[in-house]
């Protein structure tokens, strides 16, 4: 698994962690192990355990945000922290030690040779064995999600709650710029295929999460569901400035193109569009 | 607050048994009396910059409308004649609920809009603190030499602040 291709590029991997002292200095001491060429950027959200000093000491650089912003504020953190330091790629590796370092390598180089060029490439459990049981909500939230998603997407989406995804610099402006909030995994693709940036999946085994709950219980199951197919269908209803397929997302485009196009959802697009105040 | 007011009074109004509808002196003294206080109340908020302009146009607006229907009592009966509504008072229960309701939303857009921007700025933060540390050399960028010079960084990084990557309204 030679990354002839990626070796010169500048990797980053990005450690959202919430509370996880316990494993997220594993999680580190892998991700050098098995991909020595990522660099690691721990987003300490707003933990109030050790988990920062923890990761600090592994050799990470840490992130700290003053206060808990959730999955999706802490990886836009990350994001944009690539996007600030020139990063190629970034990858997001979770803190609770599910996602697998060693997987690293081969996601790299199929961002350049798998799907021509993928804009995201990201781990699929469900391509094969997902290396642990997955529970059934997950997985019926999955199903469900998954064939909306292929259907808009025109692909097969199998994993859409993964969080174990790859971009390329395209995919870091993107979210750098803008990022969903509460449960991002599934809208973020929706913007990827918005921006008509290509998504490739690979085969991956999780790990069980190591410590504390899914951020997904069966008692916010309800809301998730409804959350999230509401973001989908507002999300079609959305007008975003789409470039041209091979074109790059400019940053700063927004600015110039969205007070013409918003009517809808001034509620989750980037800050202020125009002079909304 | 002071269509409240101002509704109360046409309750009174009508309990004490003037013409059903009609808006007796003594309530209508009442109300002037409610409205204008809370329109000083209004006034003494801004005087003391506790509102921020834009919210205080839109109190000021409020409270004014509260006072002259206080004192022209008779232009809350044309308008209920003029739009078929039986009651005044229920006209002016509804005009209070429909602004009520837009002022929610409007505040609900607000909130949206602070919390976007406190992201922003927790984000910010904490690359700034990174950013500090690894200048001070208390970070763990001084361990490692795989390529990436903290120094070269440090300079990229320089000339990125000076275009934040998200717009600026």
Known sequence: MSDSGTSKLRKLAIVPAYNEQGMVGRVVRDINRHAPDFDVVVVDDGSLDATAAVAEREGATVLRLPFNLGIGGAMQAGYKYALHRDYDIAVQVDGDGQHKPEYLPSMAEALHTGGEDADMVYGSRFLGDPGYKVPFMRRLGNRIFGVVLSVICRQPITDPTSGFRMVNRNGIELFARDYPHDYPEVEAILMLNAHKLKIHEVHVKMNARGFGESSIDYMSAAYYMIKVMMAIFIGLLRRRPVPNAGELPQTGEFAAVAPGAGSAGSASVPPREGGTS | ?169
């Not at chain 2, 209508?28 to 409205?35: L, R």
């Not at chain 2, 109340?41 to 005087?47: I, S």
């Not at chain 2, 229960?93 to 809009?113: D, K, Q, T, Y």
């Open chain 2, 1 to 169: 607050m002071s269509a409240a007011i101002n509704g109360a009074a046409l309750f009174v109004a009508q309990l004490v048994g003037d013409h059903p509808g009609e808006v007796s002196k003594r309530a209508q003294i009442f109300a002037v009396i409610g409205t204008v206080l809370f329109l000083a109340l209004v006034v003494e908020l801004v005087r003391r910059r506790k509102l921020v302009e834009r919210y205080a146009l839109l109190w000021m607006l409020v409270a004014i409308f509260g006072v002259v229907l206080a004192v022209w009592n008779d232009a809350l009966n044309s308008i209920a004649e003029a739009t078929g509504i039986q009651s005044p008072t229920n006209g002016l229960f509804l005009l209070g609920l429909v602004a009520i309701v837009a002022m929610l939303l409007n505040f609900s857009a607000a909130i949206s809009r602070l919390s976007e921007e406190t992201k922003i700025l927790a984000q910010t933060a904490s690359r700034l603190d990174a950013e500090i540390r690894e200048l001070r050399g208390e970070g763990p960028h001084a361990r490692n030499g795989n390529g990436n010079g903290a120094a070269a960084e440090g300079a990229a990084v320089a000339a990125a602040d000076e275009a934040p990557p998200h717009e600026q309204g």
